[in-house]
């Protein structure tokens, strides 16, 4: 896989953080984990239940070599997330997401919650809207 990376910008290389100085092309020719800085979710900008998840797996990625204290803390945020969900897309997400997971697959997991960002964010914009009052 070649990936170009423009001056300053980083990448996360199985648990390493590279950052270039100049435009430069990288040919990963093994089986790596990697994130792209634009990827790298900041734990400030974690403020939904999905994108903690997401930062969750985000630790799992990065830090492969010690993913038991995040593997724990997933279990817990995962299931919880479960317990209370009622969409029906959102808990397959979850299936899908627990699945890829299981299988060390955490980039194929971010993927995925990112893809479940728009769901989440129309059913919190449901649960907050209020019905306005109306007088007869």
């Known amino acids: ?10 990448i996360y290389i199985n648990g390493a953080v590279l950052r270039v100085d100049r435009k430069v092309s990288v040919e990963l020719v093994n089986d790596v ?4 800085e ?5 734990a400030s900008d974690a403020t939904t239940a999905m994108r903690q ?11 492969p070599t010690d993913v ?8 817990q945020h995962h299931a919880a997330l479960a317990a209370v969900c009622e969409s029906h897309e959102m808990l397959e997400g979850l299936a899908a ?14 993927k995925r919650i990112r893809a479940l960002f728009p769901v989440e964010q129309a059913i919190l914009a449901g649960a907050t809207t209020e019905v306005p009052f109306q007088a007869a």
């Open 1 to 10: 896989m070649k990936i170009s990376l423009r001056a300053g910008e980083r």
């Open 33 to 36: 984990m990697f994130l792209l």
């Open 38 to 42: 634009g990827q790298v979710m900041q």
């Open 53 to 63: 998840l997401y930062f969750i797996v985000q630790l799992m990625l990065m830090n």
């Open 68 to 75: 038991r204290d995040a593997s724990a803390l997933y279990a």
């Open 97 to 110: 997401v627990d699945e890829l997971v299981r299988a060390t697959r955490y980039f194929e997991a971010l």
